[in-house]
C-alpha cells in the first residue's frame, strides 16, 4: 500500500512539472541532489546518497532483469542532456525516447547511451528491447529498414578509435556524459570526447519521443551513481513529406520524384531546422509516416488519378491538427465534390474541370504580395503550363494570391476571334473566357491560405517542365512556400537555394535520357536566368 501510495506522489509531481512549459536552449535541471523528486524506480535498488543518485545491487539482492529509475516530470524529443556518472562493477545507461515495457514493473526500452566498469561498451547507443546494438563505440552508422522488417545497421564512417576513447575514461571515478538527439540525428560524448554517430533511417521503427530513465542491470552486484543531470531542449525540425506522384509524362516533364528529391536536398541543406523526407509512387503504403509531420507537399498526376482521392478521411484527421498542405501542378487538380471541397479548404483552390483551364503560356511575375512565400523573390519569366482560373474558397479573405498575371488572349481565343482550344473540361470555357478577355482579371497561379484552425495552405499551377526547377525565384517561391505551411519562420532574403547545375536537374528522373536530348538548350536556359539575377 505504501509503494503505492508513493508512486501516486510521483506521477502527481510529474504532471505538476509537466505542466510548466520549458523554452528551447534553456537548461534545466532534473536531479535536486538529495531527493528523487519526480523519478520512479524500485525504492529497494535506488536512493540519494552524497548528492548523487545511487542505484545498487548486491550479492545477496541480484536483479533478474534490468531495473529502471524512470524520470516522471514529462517526455523529451530533441534535447542535449549532460550528467556525470560514477560505476563500480557491472555496466548502466542512459535511456532517452524511451518506453514502459507493458509487462514489468520499471521495465524499459529505447535507445540507450551505455557505460560499464569495463572495457568496450562504454558510449555506444544500444536499443534495449529496441533492435539491438545501433552503433559501437568509435563508429558513424546509419539505420535503415531491412527487406525483413529488421533493422541494418550500415557503417559510414568512425568518430574515432574506441582504444583511444577509453583511454579518456576514469575507472570508478566521475564521468561526464553528453547525449545529443537531434531529429533522428543522435551524439554521445564521454568527457567531451565523441563515442558515436547515428542517423535513424529506419522508418518503421525510430522513435521521436519518449522517457528518460537511468539502469541498473543484471549480473554482478553493482553501483552506479548520477550527478548534475541537466536537459536542454532543443528547436524540434519542422518534419515536411514529399509525396511523389507515379511515372507520368516521359522524360523532362512531371518529374515527381526528382522534384520532390530536388527540393527536398535544398530544404534538408538550407539550415532552417527543417526536415524533409520523399515517399515515392504516391500515397505512402504506411501512412503512418504523416502522423508527425508538420507539412504535407503532393507533386502528382491529379484528376481522377489524384492519390489523395481515397484518403480523404485520413487526411482530414491529420489537416485537424494544423498540418500544412502544398500542391504542385497537376496535384492541384481533383475530382469536383467532396475532394474539392476538402481542397479548398486545406489549401484555399483547386482545379475544376469545365472552369479552369491548362494552356502552356510565358508568364512574367514582378508584382508579389507582402507574404513570407514571397521572401527573397525577384521578378521572374517562366514559360510552363500554368493552369489558371482556379475554384477557390467563398472565404476569400483567407486565400492571398502570391502569383498574378493576365494570360495572353491567344491562350483562349485567336486574333480572328475563334477559339484557340474548343470548349472541355481542360481546354476552354465560357467562364474563363468572360473573366480573362471580357473583364481582363489578372489570374492567381500561386496561392496562400491561413485556415482557421491555423493550419496553411499552398498552390503551384506551375512545375509541368522539370527544367524550370533550375529558375531560382521560380524554385525559391516554393521552398519558402513548403517552409511556411510548415509553420517554420522563412528568412528575411527566403530559403537558402543553392545555384541548380543541368546535372543536378538530371539527377532522380523517371525515365532514361533520350539520344535526341539537347542538353545545350537546357543550359543556355540556366545561363539566361542566372544572367537575369
Not at 129 to 153: P, Y
Request: net charge negative; proline share 4%; charged share 25%.
Amino acid at each position: 500500500m505504501m509503494r503505492a501510495c508513493a508512486k501516486l506522489m510521483v506521477v502527481m509531481l510529474a504532471a505538476a512539472a509537466s505542466s510548466q512549459a520549458i523554452a528551447a536552449d534553456e537548461w534545466q535541471s532534473l536531479f535536486d541532489g538529495k531527493t528523487l523528486t519526480n523519478w520512479d524506480g524500485d525504492p529497494e535498488r535506488w536512493s540519494v546518497e552524497d548528492g548523487a543518485i545511487t542505484g545498487r545491487t548486491t550479492d545477496d539482492n541480484k536483479l533478474k532483469t534490468n531495473s529502471f529509475l524512470i524520470y516522471r516530470g514529462g517526455e523529451f524529443d530533441n534535447f542535449e542532456l549532460q550528467l556525470e556518472y560514477k560505476i563500480v562493477n557491472g555496466n548502466s545507461g542512459i535511456q532517452y525516447r524511451s518506453f514502459e515495457l507493458p509487462d514489468r514493473e520499471w521495465g524499459i526500452g529505447g535507445y540507450q547511451a551505455d557505460f560499464e566498469a569495463g572495457k568496450t561498451y562504454s558510449g555506444i547507443l544500444y536499443g534495449e528491447q529496441f533492435r539491438g546494438i545501433l552503433a559501437n563505440r568509435g563508429q558513424k552508422t546509419e539505420l535503415t529498414s531491412g527487406d525483413d522488417g529488421k533493422v541494418k545497421v550500415n557503417v559510414t564512417g568512425s568518430v574515432g578509435k574506441s582504444a583511444d576513447i577509453q583511454a579518456k575514461i576514469k575507472d570508478e571515478d566521475w564521468n561526464k556524459y553528453r547525449i545529443v538527439a537531434d531529429g533522428y540525428h543522435f551524439k554521445h560524448f564521454i568527457n567531451d570526447t565523441a563515442t558515436i554517430e547515428c542517423v535513424d533511417n529506419d522508418i518503421k521503427n525510430r522513435r521521436a519521443t519518449g522517457l528518460l530513465a537511468l539502469q541498473i542491470h543484471v549480473g554482478p552486484a553493482m553501483t552506479v551513481q548520477f550527478r548534475n543531470i541537466r536537459i536542454k531542449k532543443l528547436p524540434v525540425k519542422k518534419k515536411v513529406a514529399l509525396i511523389a506522384g507515379t511515372p507520368s509524362h516521359g522524360f523532362g516533364a512531371h518529374e515527381h520524384k526528382a522534384g520532390c528529391m530536388l527540393l527536398a536536398e535544398q530544404l534538408n541543406s538550407s539550415g532552417l531546422n527543417i526536415e524533409a523526407e520523399v515517399y515515392t509512387n504516391g500515397w505512402p503504403k504506411d501512412d503512418s509516416v504523416l502522423d508527425n509531420v508538420d507539412s504535407i507537399v503532393v507533386y502528382c498526376d491529379g484528376g481522377g488519378r489524384h492519390p489523395f482521392n481515397d484518403h480523404v478521411n485520413r487526411l482530414q484527421q491529420i489537416q485537424n491538427r494544423g498540418v500544412g498542405m502544398a500542391c504542385i501542378h497537376y496535384g492541384v487538380e481533383v475530382p469536383i465534390g467532396p475532394v474539392g471541397e476538402a481542397f479548398k479548404n486545406w489549401t484555399g483552390g483547386y482545379f475544376e474541370t469545365d472552369w479552369s483551364v491548362n494552356p502552356h503560356w510565358t508568364g512574367t511575375f514582378d508584382d508579389f504580395p507582402n507574404h513570407p512565400i514571397a521572401n527573397g523573390v525577384k521578378p521572374f519569366t517562366v514559360n510552363d503550363e500554368w493552369y489558371y482560373h482556379m475554384r477557390f474558397a467563398e472565404d476569400q479573405d483567407r486565400v492571398t494570391p502570391i502569383l498574378t498575371e493576365l494570360p495572353p488572349a491567344n491562350t483562349l481565343v485567336k486574333d480572328d476571334g475563334s477559339l484557340t482550344r474548343k470548349d472541355g473540361p481542360h481546354s476552354n470555357n465560357e467562364y474563363v473566357r468572360a473573366a480573362v478577355i471580357d473583364r481582363k482579371e489578372p489570374q492567381a497561379v500561386a496561392w496562400a491560405r491561413t485556415r482557421s484552425d491555423g493550419g496553411r495552405g499552398f498552390g503551384f499551377t506551375g512545375g509541368h517542365y522539370h527544367w524550370n526547377w533550375g529558375n531560382d525565384n521560380f524554385r525559391k517561391l516554393v521552398l519558402n512556400a513548403i517552409a511556411w505551411t510548415a509553420h517554420a519562420d522563412v528568412p528575411e532574403d527566403g530559403v537558402p537555394t543553392p545555384k541548380v547545375t543541368i546535372d543536378d536537374l538530371l539527377k532522380n528522373q523517371d525515365y532514361d535520357m533520350p539520344e535526341d536530348f539537347n542538353k545545350a538548350r537546357i543550359q543556355a536556359m540556366l545561363d539566361e536566368w542566372n544572367a537575369a539575377n
